[in-house]
C-alpha cells in the first residue's frame, strides 16, 4: 500500500586487503551499509589461486548468517556490494561483485553509481563482437577492460574511466590488487580504512566503525587506488575537475552516524534542521519528526525553537516493501502500515511535522490526513530539503520528472495536495549554510544539487541522444 | 553476535467477527501485533461451512503479502496469532491458531500468556486417553475443552478456565461464534474494539488503529466476551480478585502507541524518564537514548533535566537474529551489529544514557563501552526499570534467575559490571508513580510486578510439584 | 495427460528390531517398497530414550539419501512406510508413521489397508473427547489404543482389532517392543524377515531381498507378531477365519520378485498368460507386452503359444503424473508422454497385446489407436485379469463404478469401446488354475476378488450406513 | 551405492519453426529426449519481437508441467536442450539453449557433442578480449559467431564451424531463422521432421513420434539447415568426408523405437544379439537380460537360440542416482538398490545374462554374484558390443582409459573380474554385420567406432596439445 516515497540510494561498496578474515569483514561491512540496497548482496574473495563468490538475494544478515557460507570465501581480499533494484526483479546474474576472467587472469568488480553513456558504449561493444549478459553499467565497464590494448591493468582501468560518462564509485579485485575508484566529479562517496595492516575501502564510514576499523581519509575524486603487497598506491589520472558530491547524501541517503567527505552526516542533518527553524518557525506546541529520516532534522528544529521534541508518529520497523493487495472497502480504511499517530500526545496541539524531503507526496499527504484524525488542532509541514523538481541519473532511483509533486505544483500549490495548514523547505543557501559554506557558489556549486536546481555537472549522452529507451536486448526479462 | 539482551512478549492474538474482509483485517491487525512476536504467525477463518488455516514461519508481512493468500481465507470471522519462539526452533505444529473438531463443531483458539499448571494438566490429559501433538499450553485448552462434560460451549471454557492456573489472553472461533476471554488477574492485556458492525478483540490497542477501527474497552479480569449474530455478550463466572495486570507491558512490551488498561504508554514511559531525572539527575550535557526502546524515557528524562536529547547511538534496524559466527579474531573487534556510536557528537561530553532495562548486561556494558570510545568524557546509565530479579512465568520469556545480572549484584555491583560511572535504577514507588498511583500498595499491589519484588500472585504450581522439568514426551523435537 | 489408469496400492510397511543400522535398513526397505507408494514416505526410530521421526514428501531415495537424515534417526528399531495418495494432496500430517505419546509411553503407528467402519469409530471417538488431526485410519487405531482401559500394550491392540473392521497390515514400534499385525482375513501381504539377529516386518519379501536378509515366513492372517528383548512373540486373538487374501496383489501390485503368501509373483503373472493362450489363443504374428506390467504375462503368453516376443510399445519411464496442460491443438496430436509405438516391428503384423488389467479404458483405446497408426493390420488384446467390475475398499484406491469400464459393458462392448478387434479377459477360474487351486471355491472362496466378483469378505459398515461421505472435519483441507 | 556404470550420452537438442504451440512441442520433444540427459532442460522461444528464456536444472516432465511456465515461452518458434551433467554439479548458468545478443540480433544456441579444440579456441578468444561466463563449448560457438567479421548468420556459422574441431548437432533460433547444423562427420545423430508446416529438427526421431510429426530425413554430416519464412534451405560448406556416425547410438544410447541414420535402433540390438548367439552361444536353460538396456539383445539372442526369454532380474525404476551413505555393515550386505534377482527362476539354473557393454565392470560383477546367491547354476554373461577401451572425446561421458576394465585385461581377465563361468563380446565384425555391413572397412570404416578401436576420427587437438586439463577459468566452481 505505502509504497517507500523516497529517492532511494542504489548500491553500497566494500572491499579488503589483508585480512585472514576478508570475507567475515566484508558481510559485516556490507551489514552496515545495508540502508543503500537492501535487495541482494554478494562477495568475492580470492585466495591466491582461486576467486570464490557468493551472490544471493536478500539481506545481508540472511545470506551471509553462518559460518559455512563465510568458509566458502577464503582468503585475504574480498569485495562485496550490496544492491538496491530500480525496477520489480532483479536476476541473480545482476546481482554484484561480477566476476570474470581476462587475458591477464580474473576480475572482480562491484560499483555504486550510473553511466551516463552506457547505451553508446554498449552499442559499440556488442558491434565489436562483445557478448553481454546484462544491460548493467558494472558489464560495460567490465568488457571495456578486456578489450582494453593495455596491458597493465591501471592503463586499462584508466582507458575505461576515459571512456565512461558517469558518477562511479567503484572496488575491484584482481589476483595482486585491491582496487577502488572514484569518478572525477566525486559524486558517490568512497572511504578509505585501515585495520591493522588490512586496508579497507567503503561507500560509508558506518562500515569501518562495525569492524573497529580506522577512517583513514576519502578517496578523493578522480582517484584511482591500488593495494597490494607493497602497500597503497595512488594515481590520479584526469585532470583537476571541480568536486561536486551528492548533497543528497547528507539529507537522507548516507547514515547519520557516517562521515562523508569529512562532515558528520547527524550534525549536517541537526544543522539543517535549525536553518529551517530560522527560515520558517511558527507558533506550535511541539516538533515531531517523521520517522526514522526525519528524526535529526526535528531535533535540530526543536533545539533551535525551544518547543519539545515528541514522538507523535511511530513506526512499524517490521513493515515489508509491499503488503496485502486489499479490497476496495478496506482500502478506504486508510490502513496504516507503516506509521501510526500516538493519539494521546497530538489531541488538540499544534504541530510542527519534520520530514526530509517530499518526493510524490502521497507519504507527505496520508501522515497530514492522519494526525489531524488523531486530534492535531493545526499541522504544520516542514521539509528539510528543497522542493525535488528533477531526476538524478547518477546512481539515485528517483520516479520520473512528472511524478515529481515539486516539478507540478508550486510551493502553495504542494501545500495543497497534502492538507498542510503551513509548508516550507529550507532553501538552497539555507542548506548550503547548514553544509558550512556561506551559501551556494552559483558559478562552480560546492555540490552536485541537480535534483533541486537542475544543474546536472556530468554530460547526460544517452538522454540527449534519446538512447536511454533503446532496445538493449531482445532477450525478454533481461535487465 | 547480539543477542536481544530483552525480556521478550510471547504472543499476540486478534479476532474479528462480522466483516467480509476478516482475513485481511486479520492480517493488518497482526502486522501491527508484529512487535509481540517474529517467529510466526497464522490465521483461521470460517465462512459458515468449514474453517480455513494458514500459519507459517515468518513475518506478517511476508507470510500475508499476497492476495491470494488471504483469498484462501474466505469468511467473515476470522482469529489470528503472532508466536514468539521461546526457545531455538519453532515447530509448525506449534505455530496458533491451533484448530480442531470436537463433538460440537470446529474451534480454534490462540492464546498469550502461559499456564502454570500445564504439565499437569497435561499428565492427567494423557493418563485419561487424551493424544497431544506438542507440549503447548494451547493444546491443554483444546482438550480440557473437548474432554469437558459441559454441552453448551460457554459452560465448556468455564469448565477449562476452573481448571487453569496462569496468565492467559485468548481468542477462539467456533462456528457461530468469537469468544475474547482473559485470566481473572488479567495479567496480560485484551482490547474489545469495533469497526461499524464488525466486532474486534486485539491484544493491543494499535491493532484497532491501524485499520480505523475504534476502541470500545478493555476486556476485564476473568470476562468471558462472546460475538455471535445476536451481538456482544460478556460473562463472569469468577469471583471477583484484584486486577493484576503486567506493570512490563508499560515498560516495554507494547507498543509506544497502544493504550493498556485505560494508561497510553508513550506518556508512561516518559512518566517514568520523568520520576527517573527527579531521583537520579546528575551534571551531564546530554541525555542519550538507547534505542529504540528507551527513546521515549529518555525524552520524558530530557525534558523534566532541561538537558539536550541527542542521538548519539544510531540503530541498524536491518540486524536478524543471528549473524556470522565470527572467529576469535573478529570476536575482538567488538563489532557493532545492532548499535553504533555517534562519535562527532560524544566526543569530550558527559552523557547520560537511558535504556528501559537490564536483564543478562552484555548489551549494557557493550553500549557503555562504544560510547567509550567514541570519546565520552563521562557515562551515566539510567534505567527505566527497577531492577530485574526474578523470571516471568505469566507468558514472558525471561532467562533463568542465575542469569539475571540483579539477582546476583547489588546496583554498585551492577554498575562494575556494566562500567558506567554511574548508574540508577527507577524506584519502584517512582515507577508506580509515574503510573498514576501514589505509591505501591503492598498489600494489594496495584500490578503484577514479580520480576521486580518477586510477589507471585498466581500459584506456580508446576514450579512447585518440580514438574516444570518433566519428560512431557518421547519424541525428540516436541516442543 | 495420460493419466496412470490402474488400480493403486496404497501402502507399504516396514520395520526393524535389533539392528545398529535400523533407520537405514528402513531407508532400504522402503525404496524396495516404492512401488506401493510414490507421494511420501516416513521413518520412526527408537534409541532406548527417545523416538525420532523423518518423515516427508517425495521418493524415498530423495528423502533418506543422505547420512545426516538417517543419522538423525538414531537407535535399533524403526518402522517405516511409503504412501499413495488417494486424492490430489498429501498434507504432511498424513504421512506415516504417526507418532504419540500414551499413557505408557510413546509409540509410532504404520499401516497399509482400510477400516469400512472407520467414520463410525471416529464420530463415537471425537464425542467421548478425542481430537483429531486428520480423518486418516491410523488416527483411529491411535485413538482406539489410548482410550482403551487395558493395561497391557498388547491387549490395547486386541481390544482396538476387535473394534476395527477392514483389512490392515500393520507394524508398530514402542519403547520395548516391534509388533505387526495382519488383519484376521489376511487381506493385504505382511511377511516376517531375519538378518542374523535382526527381526524384519514387511509388506513384500522383495524388501528382505535388498538388504540380504533372509524371508523367515508369511504374518498369519489375524496373527499380531510382538518382537522385544526376549526373541518373536505370536498372539492369535481372534477366532480363526477363512483366510482371503487379495488376488489382485499377483495380477499388478507386488513386484513380480516378491512372494506372496508362498506364491513367487512372476510365476504366477507368467502362469496367467499361459493359461489365457490356452483361452484365448488367435492367429498372429507376435506377442506384445503393454510395458511394464503387462510383461510376465505376455511372456508366459508368448512361451505358451509358441509366438515370438517382441517390444513392440517402449515405454517412457520418465513420465511423471502429469505434464503440460495442452492446448486443443497438441491435444489433437494424440500426445504419447508414456508409450511410444516401435513402427518397423508393427507394420503390417498381426499382433497380440497382452495387459494386466482395463480400468478406465484410455489408456488401452489410445495404445490400440497408437499401434494401429504405426500400421499394425491387427490388433488382439489380451488381459491377465477378468474384468473389473466393483470397486475395492481394502486399502487400494479405485475408481467409483461408474468409471470402471467393465461395469458399463460387457465385454464385446468394452472391444468396441477401446476398438480391438478381439478382446479377451482370463476367467475367474483360469484365474485360479494359476494360481495353483483347481477352480475358485465358490462357497468358500480361497482370496478376495471382490473386485471382479462383488463378493466382499469383510463388512461395508460406513459404506452400508451412508457414512462414507459424511463430513468428518469442518476444516476445510484436512484429510 | 550403485552408480551408472554406462557410458552416458551428454544431451539431446530439439527446434521448432513455425508452430503456434512451439515451446509446448518443444517441452513435448525435450521429453521423448530425457534419456539423453536427465540433469537440466531449458526452452528459448521467440515472438517476432523477444525471445524467452526458461531453463532449469530438473526433469523436463517436472521443469514444464505447468501451462503457465509455457505460457511465458511465446512464440511460434523454440529450440530446447536436455542436458546430462559430465560432473557433480551443474550450474544453472551451464543449462542450455545459452542465448547472447549480437550486432545482429539475438541468437539462441544448443548443441549435442563436443569440441576437441575448444580449449585452444578459449584461450584465444579470451586473448582478444572475449568475456566467458562458463568453459562449455556452447559459449566458444557463441563468441565465434560474435567475433566473426562476416555479414551475413550464415557466413558467421560457416566461419565458425571452420574454426572447431570435434562432433556436435547443433539447433539454433535467430530472430527470422530455426538453425540446425551438424558437424562433418556427422557423430552425433540430427534428424529432420515436419508436422502439417511446421518443420521440426531433433536429435532422434521418437522425438518426431511423440507429437505426431513426420519423419522427413535425416540431417546430413556436414549439412547446416536454416528453415526461415521461405522455407528449408540447404547448405554443404564442407568437401565432402567420409561420414562416421557413432556406433554406440545403435547400441545403447539412442532409444529403441528411434530410427538413427535410416536403422531402426531396436532391430539393430536384436540382430547383434543373434549374431551374439552364432558367435557365442553355450548351453544353458534361459536367456536373462540385464534390464532395461539389455532386453532387445537377449529377445535376439533368445530368439536366435531358441531358449526360453525370462525376467530373471527385475530393476527397480524408482533408483535415483545417489542414496544413502551406508555404513560398513551395511556395504557388507550387498545392497541390491536397482536390480534384484528373482530366486524362484533362476534356482538351479543354468543362465545366459545378456547386457549391452562393460564400462569399470562393477555392476557386472555384483550382478553375476548376486544372481549365483539366488542359486543359478551356470552364469554365462554376453554382451552386445565390443570390448570398451577408450575414451570417447566426442560428446559422451566416459571414465578415464584406467578405469576401463577392458583397456586393464583380456576377455579371460575381465571374466575373472565379474566372475562369470564363461563371457563373449560381439566381435567388431558381428557387430558391423548387425548393422546391415558385410564387415567392418578398416580403410574407411563406416562408423566411428574409436571407443572400441581407438581410431578417432577427428583430431583431438587439445589432448595432443596437454591442453585439456589447463585452467579454463580462475573462479571457483566455474564449469
Redesign the interface.
Known amino acids: 500500500m505505502e509504497s517507500n516515497d523516497k529517492f532511494q540510494d542504489e548500491c553500497g561498496v566494500f572491499g579488503v586487503y589483508g585480512s585472514?578474515?576478508a570475507a567475515?569483514?566484508t558481510?559485516?561491512g556490507l551489514?552496515?551499509l545495508?540502508?543503500r540496497g537492501?535487495e541482494a548482496a554478494g562477495i568475492v574473495s580470492y585466495d591466491g589461486?582461486?576467486?570464490?563468490?557468493h551472490r544471493e538475494l536478500g539481506?545481508?544478515?540472511?545470506i551471509?548468517?553462518?559460518?559455512q557460507?563465510?568458509d566458502t570465501l577464503p582468503g585475504n581480499s574480498a569485495i562485496g556490494h550490496v544492491r538496491y533494484s530500480t525496477s520489480g526483479g532483479t536476476a541473480l546474474?545482476n546481482v554484484q561483485p561480477l566476476?570474470?576472467?581476462?587475458?591477464f587472469?580474473?576480475l572482480a568488480l562491484a560499483h555504486n553509481g550510473n553511466l551516463t553513456n552506457a547505451n553508446q558504449l554498449h552499442k559499440e561493444l556488442?558491434?565489436k563482437?562483445?557478448?553481454?549478459?546484462s544491460t548493467s553499467d558494472t558489464e560495460v565497464f567490465?568488457?571495456l577492460i578486456?578489450?582494453?590494448s593495455e596491458d597493465r591493468l591501471l592503463d586499462r582501468f584508466i582507458d575505461t574511466f576515459k571512456a565512461v560518462e558517469g558518477a562511479y564509485s567503484l572496488v575491484a579485485l584482481s589476483?595482486r590488487k585491491l582496487i577502488g575508484a572514484r569518478d572525477p566529479f566525486g559524486v558517490r562517496p568512497l572511504a578509505l580504512g585501515s585495520?591493522g595492516e588490512t586496508w579497507i575501502i567503503t561507500s560509508e564510514t558506518?562500515a569501518l566503525?562495525?569492524?573497529?576499523a580506522d577512517f583513514v581519509r576519502d578517496v578523493e575524486p578522480g582517484e584511482i587506488i591500488i593495494v597490494d603487497e607493497d602497500g597503497l598506491h595512488s594515481y590520479k589520472p584526469f585532470l583537476a575537475v571541480h568536486k561536486r558530491s551528492c548533497i543528497f547524501e547528507y539529507i537522507y541517503f548516507a547514515?547519520?552516524?557516517s562521515?562523508v567527505d569529512g562532515r558528520?552526516v547527524?550534525?549536517v542533518r541537526k544543522a539543517i534542521g535549525a536553518e529551517l527553524a530560522d527560515e520558517s518557525l511558527i507558533n506550535a506546541d511541539m516538533v515531531i519528526p517523521i520517522p526514522?529520516s526525519g528524526?535529526?532534522a526535528a531535533?535540530g528544529f526543536a533545539?533551535r525553537s525551544k518547543l519539545?521534541?515528541?514522538?507523535g508518529l511511530?513506526r512499524?520497523?517490521?513493515?515489508?516493501r509491499?503488503?496485502?493487495?486489499?479490497?476496495d472497502?478496506?482500502r478506504h480504511?486508510?490502513?496504516?502500515?507503516k506509521h501510526?499517530?500516538?493519539?494521546?500526545?497530538l489531541e488538540g496541539q499544534k504541530i510542527i511535522l519534520v520530514d526530509d524531503s517530499i518526493v510524490r507526496g502521497t507519504t507527505s499527504r496520508k501522515i497530514v490526513e492522519m494526525v489531524r484524525q488523531a486530534g492535531a488542532r493545526e499541522v504544520h509541514m516542514r521539509i528539510s530539503s528543497p522542493p525535488t523538481i528533477n531526476p538524478c541519473f547518477y546512481g539515485i532511483d528517483t520516479p520520473d520528472r512528472d511524478q515529481l509533486l515539486a516539478a507540478q505544483f508550486d510551493v502553495e500549490g504542494i501545500r495543497k495536495q497534502i492538507q498542510a495548514d503551513t509548508l516550507s523547505f529550507i532553501s538552497i543557501d539555507g542548506l548550503y549554510r547548514a553544509m558550512g559554506e556561506t551559501n551556494r557558489d552559483n558559478d562552480l556549486p560546492q555540490f552536485c544539487d541537480a535534483c533541486f536546481t537542475g544543474e546536472y555537472p556530468i554530460p547526460l549522452s544517452d538522454q540527449e541522444k534519446g538512447q536511454s529507451n533503446t532496445q538493449?536486448?531482445?532477450?525478454?526479462?533481461?535487465k
Open positions: 585472514n578474515d567475515a569483514l558481510a559485516l551489514h552496515a545495508q540502508h537492501q589461486e582461486k576467486f570464490y563468490s539481506l545481508v544478515g540472511e551471509f548468517d553462518e559460518k557460507i563465510i546474474r566476476y570474470a576472467d581476462y587475458s587472469g580474473g556488442v558491434n563482437g562483445s557478448l553481454f549478459q567490465q568488457h578486456a578489450t582494453s589476483r585495520l558506518c566503525d562495525i569492524i573497529g547514515r547519520p552516524d562521515f558528520n547527524y550534525e526514522d528524526v535529526p531535533i533545539q519539545p521534541f515528541e514522538l511511530i512499524n520497523h517490521y513493515v515489508g509491499t503488503f496485502i493487495e486489499p479490497t472497502e478496506i480504511l486508510g490502513v496504516k502500515l501510526n499517530a500516538n493519539k494521546q500526545r538493449m536486448s531482445f532477450l525478454a526479462g533481461l
